[in-house]
Structures are given as structure tokens and as C-alpha cells.
């Protein structure tokens, strides 16, 4: 009765490891993509020239804004946004939204930090001038697929993102080497590649890493 019950027991979860293999690479196949392409720009980073875009634009505080900002100075803020009216003249003299962005307050000025996936931008407020300059990088594509790479100011969506991503890869994996070891016994050559696999960046990594 055991006997007669290995191979279809067998073809189940042979099946079963194939569905989830396939499903885990469909969803993954993109961030497999993404991922391996920036591995190799990263591993090549200096010799990708970038060609940054700035952008600079300063416009001068109006008095009563000037004014509200310089009466306020001696107030102690922590990552507070700026006000609407702040905000809103923001938005309209250097064409920038930073409404609801936290915002670092100190005695002399108020900064505005906006990184980004292959950029960077802030916003700068003299409190006692009045001069306002808000400042925008652009280090282009490849950057910014590097920056996806590592989550770097990608966000939480993004965040998230990688973490199911992962966890994909992390099914595809192992359902392959379970599938692997399955159909080892018809090829000779499995356990050797997977061998191969296993110790040759463990030998490059003791040999060539200090």
C-alpha cells in the first residue's frame, strides 16, 4: 500500500514544487531583471560617466513673510513643516511643492531636504534675508535605477516592494533545489553544478576579499 502510494505522492509534490517555482519567477521576473542590470552598473559605477542637471532658482521673501519668519526665529521646531502661507509662496516663487515635507528649523535659516531615486533638491529660506534658493539635481537614469537598487530614497511602497520581491526570489530558490534534488538521480552533472556554485564565491570571497 506504501509502495503504491510513492510515485503519486511523488508526482504531487512535483507539481506542486513546479507551481510555486513558476509562479515565484513570474512574479519576481522583473526585479530579477532590474536587480541584476544595476548589479552590473553598480559593480561598474566609475566607469559610468554622469552627467548631472542642476537647477537653481532664488526669489526674495516678501516683508510680511520675512517678517512672520524673523518674529518666529527664537521657537524651537523639530522637522516641522513650513506654514501654508510659507508653503504656498514657496510654491508659486520658486515652483516647488514642499507642502506638508518636514523641514529643519534653525535660528538663521529653514531647509528644506528633498532627495530622491537618482536626484537630489532642497530649499533654503535665510530667515534674516529673506533669500530663498531652491536647488534641483538630476544624475539620470542609470542613477536612479541604482538607487532603486539599494531603496535609497525610494519610499515605504518601494521598501515593501523589495521585501516581497525577496521573499519571491527566496521560493523560486528554494522550490528549484528541491526540484533539483528530485531529478538529481537522472542527472549525474546536478550536484556538481550545484557544488560549483556553492564554492566558488565562497573561495573567491577567502582568496581575493581582505
Known amino acids: 500500500m506504501t509502495a503504491a502510494a510513492g510515485p503519486p505522492a511523488r508526482a504531487w509534490w512535483l507539481k506542486t514544487l513546479h507551481r510555486w517555482h513558476w509562479i515565484s519567477s513570474a512574479v519576481a521576473l522583473l526585479g530579477m531583471l532590474l536587480f541584476a542590470a544595476t548589479g552590473l552598473t553598480l559593480n561598474h559605477a566609475a566607469r559610468i560617466e554622469a552627467h548631472p542637471v542642476v537647477v537653481d532658482r532664488k526669489a526674495q521673501l516678501p516683508a510680511p513673510l520675512l517678517a512672520a519668519q524673523a518674529a518666529s526665529a527664537g ?6 513643516p513650513l506654514p501654508a502661507a510659507l508653503a504656498d509662496w514657496v510654491a508659486g516663487a520658486l515652483r516647488v511643492d514642499v507642502h506638508g515635507r518636514s523641514a ?3 535660528p538663521d535659516e529653514i531647509y528644506v531636504a528633498m532627495p530622491r531615486p537618482g536626484g537630489d533638491a532642497w530649499v533654503r529660506i535665510d530667515r534674516t534675508s529673506g533669500e530663498a534658493e531652491f536647488e534641483d539635481t538630476e544624475r539620470g ?3 536612479t535605477l ?3 537598487h539599494k531603496g535609497r ?4 511602497a518601494w521598501s515593501w516592494f523589495i521585501d ?7 521560493v523560486f530558490t528554494v522550490t528549484g533545489l ?3 534534488q528530485m531529478h538529481a538521480g537522472n542527472r549525474p552533472g546536478t550536484w ?3 557544488g560549483l556554485g556553492v564554492v566558488l564565491p565562497v573561495l573567491l570571497a577567502l582568496l581575493f576579499i581582505h
Open 75 to 80: 521657537e524651537k521646531k523639530h522637522d516641522a
Open 104 to 106: 529643519e528649523w534653525s
Open 141 to 143: 537614469w542609470v542613477s
Open 146 to 148: 541604482n538607487d532603486l
Open 153 to 156: 530614497n525610494a519610499g515605504t
Open 164 to 170: 516581497a520581491f525577496a521573499v519571491a526570489c527566496l
Open 178 to 180: 528541491v526540484i533539483l
Open 192 to 194: 556538481p553544478l550545484v
